[in-house]
């Protein structure tokens, strides 16, 4: 009985999800459409066309960026469970972030408490999904620069990963809003990024906290069982 009444509840929170996702969409298209239209009825000057052209790309990629991550979100589950190294998931998603944290003046640094690898149970694809997430919100919080500091700890039970910046941090109200759908205080963010997280750590039993101080930068820690 239990099980069912939470099925519904995932049921109608996928729904209203795809509802504001497809508005969401509809928005940046629609704009889009509009600049399109303008320059099929007028013979604009180079520089117009230049400029409705941008916009009308920008409202491509926009609704393309809503897109890639919540059907990441919403793709059933056919990727295989295994045993992963937290650490060889990370070294992954930083060879391959790494070159635009570096151009944008962002130092990586990272260090582990154990020479050992650091198992936890869960989807590769789904994992490095959240990791690549959290990553890039510490590094979008530094646009003058700054540092990224990563750390994983062991204990007994459980693994842990601090990812720490020097960025914009964050007020309590804007922590509490922190995973509700496009929640976002970007020019282009598309608020999706934690909802993605979120929904997959908690599918991995783990636990994610946050804590930050605004203008000095923030911390997040994420938590599963060892394996
Ligand atoms: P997006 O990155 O598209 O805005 P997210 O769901 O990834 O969407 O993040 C939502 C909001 O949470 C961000 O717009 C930002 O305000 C805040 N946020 C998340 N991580 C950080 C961080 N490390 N430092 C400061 N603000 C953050
Ligand atoms: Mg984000």
Not at 12 to 17: A, C, H, K, N
Not at 73 to 98: H, T
Not at 156 to 168: A, L, P, Y
Not at 194 to 220: A, D, E, F, H, Q
Request: with cysteine.
């Amino acid at each position: 009985h239990k099980e069912k009444l939470l099925r519904l509840e995932k049921d109608r929170m996928v729904g209203q999800l795809a509802a504001s996702v497809s508005h969401e969409i509809r928005n940046p298209l629609t704009a889009t459409r509009g600049f399109l239209q303008m320059m099929e009825q007028k013979e604009y000057s180079v520089e117009e066309r230049k400029r409705y052209l941008s916009l009308a790309i920008s409202g491509i990629d926009q609704a393309n960026d809503i897109i890639t991550e919540y059907l990441h979100y919403a793709k059933p589950n056919n990727d295989q469970q295994a045993q992963l190294d937290v650490k060889e998931e990370l070294a992954s998603i930083l060879r391959f972030i790494s070159p635009s944290a570096f151009a944008g003046g962002v130092a990586i640094d990272i260090s582990h408490s154990s020479e050992n690898p650091m198992y936890i149970w869960g989807e590769s694809k789904k994992f490095r999904q959240c990791l690549m997430n959290l990553i890039k919100n510490a590094i979008e919080s530094m646009p003058g620069g700054g540092t990224l500091t990563i750390h994983t700890h062991q204990s007994d039970k459980h693994i842990q990963v601090w990812i720490t910046d020097t960025g914009v941090g964050m007020s309590k109200a804007q922590i509490n809003s922190l995973g509700v759908p496009f929640f976002t205080t970007k020019k282009e963010g598309t608020g999706l990024g934690l909802v993605v997280v979120m929904s997959i750590i908690k599918s991995m039993n783990g636990k994610i906290t946050y804590s930050s101080n605004v203008n000095k930068g923030t911390v997040c820690l994420i938590q599963f069982q060892t394996e």
